[in-house]
């Protein structure tokens, strides 16, 4: 013979008994024999899976080692990390501190918290509270309280499963879904908490518990997690909401997901309803920092999210260069970009090596040019508005850009048609410089060419001019030699040994660097410029 049992929900709040207010406990079947003495305490969230049919049996790794509640609460989270290493993550870190004395404490008689919901059972059972879980607020709260003389009546499953229990009512308990209304007075922030009963906690930790684990595919996990009301999973290994909620009646909104394979998600998009007025929780507005192939970014959960054929992103990884208050994003050996607001979009690809950034402004970064030697403290920075592709080291492959050179703190030129290795080791092997402002006058060459011209093109051009009497050929040769005299006399005042290679005197012949004027050809004047020769 059984009885039916209705809990109905007299409490309101999240945490445990704490003065008045309540929060979630494991529950558990307790069963007497004739002289009441206890034959079995069973979990509530065991009895009811294999009751309902949701599971056929609990499986925590008896048959592979796993004999203490220890060995169990283990083998589960480490099964669990194959679908969804970011829970198992998470809840291995909080198993480590569950029985720490600033966070465990031992119980005689729980107050009973009406979160069951509507249960049958045999005759000569009970449900009790073995578990109760707060908040820790002042000091000396603990967090998990545990009925001891319970507890010792379970065996080692049902011990690793309590605690299980406890570990998912702790992220359930603290998550809430948002969305945002409009109306007259503007826009309306409301968020809800969807586990005040511990029905789909429990549901979720017998799945965790059971068999089905062992062969259970991304696809139905997925739907496991938004069964439980969780509010993240998996998606090829970046954590994504699982679902979403739509403040219109209450009604939860699931994202539209498509699949490669049953393992291989092909894209995730906030929603499949085109009409509907859904936005998204805080988590996704904020953008929830990720780390992937060592990048930290979030995705645009607003829109569409897709993933190659072996599960690789392909979607971009946002991120920012203000990142954690830094001022500067090291991006790779050779790019490391400066403060902004814009969103820089880092593109991956199926190797998850980065090939794209973009942007939706123009962006600055900080360029280092391997095959430069910076002899003279050169700085230099690249600006750009157009894609730039990447080699996997995140060097610049192709960009359509300029940079900047920078000497002393001051900006002393501006190049063009930057023209990059395109092996992927960084080095810049051409680059032009615009001779005349507002003019389509470029002189090409590589770097170290460039920035010479740039820093002789002050003794470029000089002219030097003699006189002599007469025009006669031989006047005309003296006049040339003292013309040419007083240029290399300059060169050699004004350059560096290493910079006089350069550039030259003696551009033209004689006869065409002179010319004779005056009455009856009494004068020679010649004129001698310097230039930069062919080895530039």
């Known amino acids: ?79 669990l990390e194959k679908l969804n290493p970011t829970r198992a993550k998470l809840y291995r870190k909080w198993y480590t501190t569950f029985f720490s004395k600033e966070e465990f404490k031992w119980g005689d008689k729980l107050v009973n918290i009406a979160d069951t919901g509507v249960l049958d059972f045999p005759n000569n059972c009970e449900v009790l509270q073995i578990a109760a879980q707060e908040e820790p607020m002042i000091k000396g709260d603990k967090r998990y309280t545990i009925r001891k003389s319970l507890w010792n009546k379970m065996d080692e499953d049902h011990k ?63 739907e496991v997690v938004q069964t439980a009301l969780l509010k993240y999973v998996d998606i090829n290994g970046i954590p994504l909401d699982s679902f979403g909620y739509w403040q219109v009646e209450d009604i939860i909104v699931y994202p539209k997901i498509d699949f490669h394979t049953k393992n291989i998600v092909k894209s995730w998009s906030a929603s499949d309803e085109e009409d509907a007025y859904i936005k998204w929780s805080s988590s996704i ?31 971009p990884l946002l991120t920012y260069a203000w990142t954690e208050g830094k001022k500067t994003m090291r991006l790779s050996d050779t790019l490391e970009f400066l403060f902004s607001f814009s969103d820089i979009s880092l593109y991956f690809n199926e190797k998850k090596e980065l090939k794209k950034i973009q942007s939706v402004s123009d962006l600055t970064a900080i360029l280092k040019i391997p095959n430069f030697i910076n002899s003279k403290n050169y700085r230099f920075s690249i600006y750009f508005s157009d894609p730039l592709y990447l080699s996997p080291l995140g060097n610049i492959i192709d960009a359509k850009a300029y940079i900047k050179v920078w000497s002393n703190g001051k900006i002393i030129a501006k190049l063009h048609r930057p023209i990059f290795s395109e092996s992927g080791n960084g ?47 031989k006047s005309q040769k003296k006049s040339f030699e003292n013309a040419n005299s007083k240029c290399e006399s300059f060169l050699n005042s004004e350059l560096e040994d290493d910079s006089r290679k350069y550039i030259n005197c003696l551009p033209k012949t004689f006869a065409k660097a002179c010319s004779v004027s005056g009455k009856f050809r009494k004068k020679s004047l010649c004129r001698v410029k310097t230039y930069f020769n062919n080895s530039l």
Not at 165 to 183: D, F, G, P, W
Not at 290 to 303: A, D, E, F, M
């Open 427 to 473: 080095n810049l092997l051409k680059v032009c410089y615009r001779k005349e402002k507002y003019t389509n006058t470029y002189f090409c060459s590589s770097l170290e060419n460039i920035l010479i011209y740039i820093e002789l093109k002050d003794i470029f051009g000089k002219s030097f001019e003699s006189k002599t009497r007469g025009g006669s050929l």
């Open 1 to 79: 013979m059984k009885k039916t049992l209705i809990l109905f929900l007299f409490c309101v709040g999240n945490y445990a008994f704490s003065g008045t207010e309540t929060g979630n406990g494991g529950d558990a079947i307790v069963c007497y024999d004739s002289n009441r003495n206890i034959e079995s305490v069973r979990l509530l969230d065991y009895y009811e899976g294999i009751r309902k049919e949701r599971i056929k049996e609990i499986e925590l790794g008896s048959n592979s080692g796993a004999k203490s509640y220890d060995q169990k609460v283990h083998y589960a989270l480490n099964r």
């Open 160 to 222: 690793a499963g309590l605690i299980l229990h406890e570990l998912i009512y702790r992220e359930a308990k603290n998550q809430k879904v948002c969305t945002s209304i409009m109306n007259s007075g503007g826009e309306t922030r409301i968020c809800k908490n969807f586990h005040r009963k511990s029905k789909r906690v429990r549901y979720y930790n017998s799945i965790l518990s059971s068999s089905k684990m062992n062969d259970m595919t991304l696809d139905s996990y997925i």
């Open 285 to 315: 507005s904020k953008c929830d920092r990720i780390v992937y192939s060592g990048h930290k970014g979030c995705l645009n959960r607003t829109g569409k999210v897709t993933f190659y054929e072996n599960g690789s992103l392909q979607s």
